[in-house]
T-cell receptor, first 110, second 110 residues
Framework: NAGVTQTPKFRVLKTGQSMTLLCAQD?????MYWYRQDPGMGLRLIHY???????AKGEVPDGYNVSRLKKQNFLLGLESAAPSQTSVYFC?????????FGPGTRLLVL | GQQVMQIPQYQHVQEGEDFTTYCNSS?????IQWYKQRPGGHPVFLIQ?????EVKKQKRLTFQFGEAKKNSSLHITATQTTDVGTYFC??????????FGTGTRLTIIP
Protein backbone atom coordinates (compact mmCIF):
# COMPACT_ATOMS: atom_id res chain seq x y z
CA ASN A 1 0.00 0.00 0.00
CA ALA A 2 1.24 3.45 -0.92
CA GLY A 3 -0.94 5.10 1.74
CA VAL A 4 -1.55 8.76 0.91
CA THR A 5 0.31 10.26 -2.02
CA GLN A 6 0.44 13.86 -3.21
CA THR A 7 1.49 15.42 -6.49
CA PRO A 8 3.39 17.55 -7.17
CA LYS A 9 5.99 17.65 -4.39
CA PHE A 10 7.04 21.19 -5.15
CA ARG A 11 5.73 23.97 -7.38
CA VAL A 12 6.48 27.60 -8.08
CA LEU A 13 3.65 29.78 -9.37
CA LYS A 14 3.34 33.37 -10.43
CA THR A 15 0.60 35.49 -8.94
CA GLY A 16 -2.65 34.88 -10.80
CA GLN A 17 -1.74 31.46 -12.15
CA SER A 18 -3.88 28.44 -11.39
CA MET A 19 -2.99 24.92 -10.39
CA THR A 20 -4.43 21.70 -8.99
CA LEU A 21 -2.94 19.60 -6.24
CA LEU A 22 -3.79 15.92 -6.34
CA CYS A 23 -4.19 13.65 -3.36
CA ALA A 24 -4.73 9.91 -3.68
CA GLN A 25 -5.24 7.24 -1.03
CA ASP A 26 -5.45 3.47 -1.41
CA UNK A 27 -6.86 2.67 2.03
CA UNK A 28 -10.54 2.94 1.05
CA UNK A 29 -11.03 5.79 3.52
CA UNK A 30 -14.25 7.79 3.39
CA UNK A 31 -12.94 11.03 4.91
CA MET A 32 -10.27 13.15 3.28
CA TYR A 33 -8.82 16.54 4.25
CA TRP A 34 -6.67 19.33 2.90
CA TYR A 35 -4.54 21.36 5.34
CA ARG A 36 -2.05 24.13 4.96
CA GLN A 37 0.90 24.51 7.31
CA ASP A 38 2.60 27.82 7.93
CA PRO A 39 5.35 28.59 10.48
CA GLY A 40 3.89 29.08 13.93
CA MET A 41 0.34 28.40 12.72
CA GLY A 42 0.12 24.65 12.99
CA LEU A 43 -2.15 22.83 10.57
CA ARG A 44 -5.23 24.68 9.37
CA LEU A 45 -8.06 22.89 7.63
CA ILE A 46 -8.92 24.22 4.18
CA HIS A 47 -11.62 21.84 2.94
CA TYR A 48 -12.65 18.31 3.68
CA UNK A 49 -14.84 15.53 2.33
CA UNK A 50 -16.85 12.89 4.14
CA UNK A 51 -17.37 10.77 1.05
CA UNK A 52 -17.34 10.60 -2.72
CA UNK A 53 -19.17 13.56 -4.23
CA UNK A 54 -19.20 15.58 -1.00
CA UNK A 55 -17.10 18.55 0.11
CA ALA A 56 -17.24 21.01 2.97
CA LYS A 57 -15.42 24.15 4.05
CA GLY A 58 -12.86 24.13 6.79
CA GLU A 59 -11.23 26.94 8.72
CA VAL A 60 -9.50 28.74 5.80
CA PRO A 61 -11.37 27.93 2.55
CA ASP A 62 -11.12 31.26 0.74
CA GLY A 63 -9.18 31.12 -2.53
CA TYR A 64 -9.42 27.33 -2.80
CA ASN A 65 -11.83 24.87 -4.37
CA VAL A 66 -11.98 21.09 -4.05
CA SER A 67 -13.54 18.12 -5.75
CA ARG A 68 -14.02 14.48 -4.74
CA LEU A 69 -15.23 12.78 -7.90
CA LYS A 70 -13.70 9.45 -6.92
CA LYS A 71 -13.42 8.03 -3.43
CA GLN A 72 -9.68 7.62 -3.65
CA ASN A 73 -8.91 11.10 -4.96
CA PHE A 74 -9.27 14.58 -3.46
CA LEU A 75 -8.25 17.55 -5.57
CA LEU A 76 -7.38 21.02 -4.30
CA GLY A 77 -7.55 23.88 -6.80
CA LEU A 78 -6.17 27.38 -6.73
CA GLU A 79 -7.91 29.43 -9.40
CA SER A 80 -5.80 32.58 -9.05
CA ALA A 81 -2.76 32.09 -6.83
CA ALA A 82 -1.70 34.81 -4.40
CA PRO A 83 1.57 35.17 -2.44
CA SER A 84 -0.44 34.55 0.76
CA GLN A 85 -1.02 31.01 -0.49
CA THR A 86 2.69 30.21 -0.25
CA SER A 87 2.66 27.29 2.15
CA VAL A 88 3.09 23.58 2.61
CA TYR A 89 -0.09 21.69 1.78
CA PHE A 90 -0.90 18.36 3.36
CA CYS A 91 -3.60 15.94 2.40
CA UNK A 92 -4.88 13.41 4.92
CA UNK A 93 -7.40 10.61 5.08
CA UNK A 94 -9.02 9.09 8.13
CA UNK A 95 -9.04 5.50 9.20
CA UNK A 96 -11.09 4.29 12.15
CA UNK A 97 -9.44 6.83 14.41
CA UNK A 98 -6.22 8.48 13.20
CA UNK A 99 -5.41 10.64 10.21
CA UNK A 100 -2.85 9.47 7.67
CA PHE A 101 -0.96 12.27 6.02
CA GLY A 102 0.63 12.53 2.62
CA PRO A 103 4.21 13.79 2.21
CA GLY A 104 3.09 17.34 1.42
CA THR A 105 3.35 19.81 -1.45
CA ARG A 106 5.53 22.88 -1.09
CA LEU A 107 4.01 25.79 -3.01
CA LEU A 108 5.75 29.08 -3.62
CA VAL A 109 3.74 31.91 -5.16
CA LEU A 110 5.81 34.79 -6.47
CA GLY B 1 -14.63 29.14 17.25
CA GLN B 2 -13.31 25.93 18.72
CA GLN B 3 -9.60 26.20 19.30
CA VAL B 4 -6.88 24.10 20.83
CA MET B 5 -4.04 26.04 22.44
CA GLN B 6 -0.65 24.41 22.81
CA ILE B 7 2.38 25.52 24.83
CA PRO B 8 5.25 26.05 24.68
CA GLN B 9 5.86 26.91 21.04
CA TYR B 10 9.52 25.94 21.29
CA GLN B 11 11.53 23.86 23.73
CA HIS B 12 15.27 23.29 23.74
CA VAL B 13 16.53 20.59 26.09
CA GLN B 14 19.79 18.86 26.81
CA GLU B 15 19.84 15.24 25.74
CA GLY B 16 18.64 13.17 28.69
CA GLU B 17 16.40 15.88 30.14
CA ASP B 18 12.64 15.54 30.25
CA PHE B 19 10.19 17.40 28.01
CA THR B 20 6.52 18.26 28.37
CA THR B 21 4.03 19.95 26.06
CA TYR B 22 0.51 20.99 27.05
CA CYS B 23 -2.77 21.43 25.21
CA ASN B 24 -5.84 23.28 26.38
CA SER B 25 -9.32 23.73 25.00
CA SER B 26 -12.06 26.08 26.22
CA UNK B 27 -14.70 23.44 25.44
CA UNK B 28 -14.94 19.75 26.10
CA UNK B 29 -13.24 17.45 23.62
CA UNK B 30 -14.62 14.14 22.41
CA UNK B 31 -11.10 12.83 22.19
CA ILE B 32 -7.57 14.09 21.67
CA GLN B 33 -4.84 12.79 19.41
CA TRP B 34 -1.11 13.41 19.34
CA TYR B 35 1.07 13.59 16.26
CA LYS B 36 4.81 13.93 15.66
CA GLN B 37 6.31 15.69 12.68
CA ARG B 38 9.99 15.25 11.99
CA PRO B 39 11.79 18.17 10.31
CA GLY B 40 10.86 18.18 6.63
CA GLY B 41 8.34 15.40 7.14
CA HIS B 42 4.64 14.97 7.60
CA PRO B 43 2.61 14.49 10.80
CA VAL B 44 2.51 10.92 12.05
CA PHE B 45 -0.13 9.65 14.46
CA LEU B 46 1.14 8.71 17.93
CA ILE B 47 -1.89 8.03 20.08
CA GLN B 48 -5.54 8.80 20.84
CA UNK B 49 -7.04 9.43 24.27
CA UNK B 50 -10.78 9.15 24.76
CA UNK B 51 -11.65 8.71 28.42
CA UNK B 52 -11.63 11.33 31.14
CA UNK B 53 -8.40 11.10 33.17
CA GLU B 54 -6.88 8.58 30.76
CA VAL B 55 -3.13 7.97 30.91
CA LYS B 56 -1.28 6.02 28.24
CA LYS B 57 2.39 5.20 27.90
CA GLN B 58 4.55 4.40 24.90
CA LYS B 59 8.06 3.60 26.10
CA ARG B 60 9.43 6.98 27.26
CA LEU B 61 6.30 8.91 26.24
CA THR B 62 3.40 9.47 28.66
CA PHE B 63 0.12 10.94 27.46
CA GLN B 64 -2.60 12.29 29.76
CA PHE B 65 -6.16 13.46 29.17
CA GLY B 66 -7.62 15.75 31.80
CA GLU B 67 -10.56 14.89 34.00
CA ALA B 68 -12.72 17.54 32.34
CA LYS B 69 -11.54 16.45 28.85
CA LYS B 70 -10.36 19.98 28.14
CA ASN B 71 -6.61 19.52 28.47
CA SER B 72 -3.91 17.05 27.67
CA SER B 73 -0.17 16.66 28.01
CA LEU B 74 2.68 14.72 26.46
CA HIS B 75 5.72 14.01 28.60
CA ILE B 76 8.95 12.53 27.29
CA THR B 77 11.37 11.10 29.82
CA ALA B 78 15.12 11.25 29.17
CA THR B 79 14.99 12.75 25.70
CA GLN B 80 17.07 11.34 22.88
CA THR B 81 18.14 12.89 19.58
CA THR B 82 15.51 10.79 17.83
CA ASP B 83 12.80 12.75 19.69
CA VAL B 84 13.55 15.89 17.67
CA GLY B 85 10.51 17.26 15.86
CA THR B 86 7.27 19.12 16.33
CA TYR B 87 4.57 17.57 18.50
CA PHE B 88 0.96 18.43 17.76
CA CYS B 89 -2.14 17.76 19.75
CA UNK B 90 -5.41 17.61 17.84
CA UNK B 91 -8.90 17.43 19.22
CA UNK B 92 -12.30 16.31 18.07
CA UNK B 93 -15.22 18.46 19.21
CA UNK B 94 -17.82 15.86 18.36
CA UNK B 95 -17.65 16.11 14.58
CA UNK B 96 -15.57 14.77 11.73
CA UNK B 97 -13.06 17.62 11.83
CA UNK B 98 -9.82 17.53 13.78
CA UNK B 99 -8.60 20.83 15.27
CA PHE B 100 -4.84 20.99 15.60
CA GLY B 101 -2.85 22.88 18.19
CA THR B 102 -0.03 25.11 16.98
CA GLY B 103 2.60 22.54 17.93
CA THR B 104 5.68 22.46 20.13
CA ARG B 105 9.01 22.25 18.35
CA LEU B 106 11.50 20.19 20.33
CA THR B 107 15.21 20.53 19.73
CA ILE B 108 17.81 18.45 21.53
CA ILE B 109 21.22 19.74 22.54
CA PRO B 110 23.65 16.80 22.43
Amino acid sequence: NAGVTQTPKFRVLKTGQSMTLLCAQDMNHEYMYWYRQDPGMGLRLIHYSVGEGTTAKGEVPDGYNVSRLKKQNFLLGLESAAPSQTSVYFCASTGHRSQYFGPGTRLLVL
Amino acid sequence: GQQVMQIPQYQHVQEGEDFTTYCNSSTTLSNIQWYKQRPGGHPVFLIQLVKSGEVKKQKRLTFQFGEAKKNSSLHITATQTTDVGTYFCAGHFGNEKLTFGTGTRLTIIP
